[in-house]
């Protein structure tokens, strides 16, 4: 089989990132595979791994992305196809690369795969964020419509899409991205945040992008009422984004500079996770929650709202706290149990960490991947 991916995820380029080696372990399992990925306009050079070959676009925008792309996918359509025995394309979301994926199925009869890493539909949050996620929606239910399979990395967005859309749930496939948690339990720290930040009775740690979907002014409202009864207790929250200088803006309007620090993003998020006693995601979204997963493999317990791997992977009272979306009271009610309550948490860590197990290996996602594939092929 020949697969066709078009990708938004410039660091495709970058040696050795993690999306690269996951298109290259992708790869294995076709006779070729070819993910076109755009490029602002710099000379970025085509990379050639085993049976993958990535493409850059080199594009002047994201709309000249959609025409450049278009171009390079029929150039290798043309090429390849008639000596195919079967082809797919598949594109990293249901907006600009599935509008790609929907002309190239129309100019060339081939069939197309959306991957959906987000809570776009089922979430009534993101089409809000911004004017552009607003068109971006209608144009995502038009993508979706026509296509032959989709993939969702939760099953609250896979549900949503088969009872709203009247998708069929056997041309659906829901699994997450393989987070290799196993190595970040083994990880040994490399610090430790108390004595880094010492003179605090608590560490609350949130590790995110900085931007409108994680609601961080939501994690520091609660955090105020924290305050109040725990006044000897810290957050850090680790990242970078658009929303940084808002964030830090906030901190110093609710008087919180004391007890609240901003750190960059790090390639050591595992030494954070360890030595910190709780780990709050406070989103208006999630595809799944990455961080989550990542906070398990750590045993560090986990308040997260009720989006992504929410009553999926998270279970209120099980392994975690669940909070509805934008409550205050809710979050500062858990984060004070949170706190109160050093067995619970020692109960709900080791359970989250133990549930880790029920995830797919990364054996099982290829698998899962290939599957997915050969279902968009089928006629």
């Known amino acids: 089989m020949y697969v066709i991916s078009i990708s938004l ?28 990925c755009y490029t602002p306009a710099k000379n970025f050079q085509k990379i050639s791994i085993g049976n ?40 990293q979301d249901p907006f600009e690369t599935g509008l ?31 004017i552009l996620n607003f068109f971006r929606y209608f144009l995502g239910i038009i ?26 749930s056997k041309k659906t496939i829901s699994y997450p991205i393989f987070t290799n948690w196993e190595a970040i339990s083994n990880h040994t720290p490399s610090f430790d945040i108390k004595q880094r930040y010492p003179g605090f009775d608590f560490y609350i740690l949130t590790v995110c992008r900085l931007e409108k979907v994680k609601n961080i002014p939501l994690l ?21 984004g658009s929303q940084e200088k808002n964030i830090r803006d906030t901190v110093q309007k609710r008087h919180l500079q004391n007890n609240v620090i901003l750190e960059n993003w790090t390639d050591d998020p595992a030494s954070y996770y360890k030595t910190s006693d709780l780990f709050v995601l406070s989103s ?5 929650g990455l961080t989550v ?30 909070v509805p979306i934008q409550d205050k009271n809710a979050l500062v009610e858990s984060m004070q149990d949170a706190i109160n309550n050093a067995g619970k948490r020692k109960l709900y860590a080791e359970q989250a960490f133990n549930d880790l ?23």
Request: with cysteine; glycine share 4%; hydrophobic share 40%.
């Open 100 to 130: 790609v994926g929907l002309l190239l199925k129309k100019r060339f009869s081939i069939r197309l795969n959306i991957q959906d890493h987000g809570n776009f539909f089922e979430s009534k949050y993101w089409r809000k964020e911004s």
């Open 357 to 379: 197990s029920t995830l797919p290996t990364k054996g099982q996602t290829l698998l899962l991947f290939e599957k997915l594939m050969e279902l968009t092929s089928q006629k």
């Open 9 to 36: 995820d410039t660091k495709m380029f970058e040696k050795n990132s993690k999306p690269l080696r996951r298109m290259v372990e992708y790869s294995s399992l076709f006779k070729q595979m070819h993910t076109i």
């Open 293 to 322: 997963i990542e906070a398990a493999s750590s045993k560090c317990p986990i308040i997260m709202t009720d989006t992504g791997c929410a009553n999926e992977f998270i279970i209120n009272g099980r392994n975690g706290w669940i």
């Open 284 to 288: 208006f979204s999630e595809g799944w």
């Open 52 to 91: 993958l070959t990535v493409h850059p676009t080199n594009s002047y925008s994201k709309i000249f992305f959609i025409v450049d792309a278009f171009i390079i996918a029929s150039r290798l359509i043309k090429k390849d196809l008639p000596t195919a025995d079967r082809m797919a394309i598949t594109a």
């Open 220 to 240: 520091l409202e609660s955090f105020s009422e924290i305050l109040r009864e725990f006044p000897k207790t810290l957050l850090l929250i680790i990242g970078s």
């Open 143 to 168: 993508v979706l419509k026509k296509s032959d399979s989709v993939r969702t990395v939760s099953l609250r967005e896979k549900i949503f899409i088969e009872k709203n859309f009247g998708y069929p």
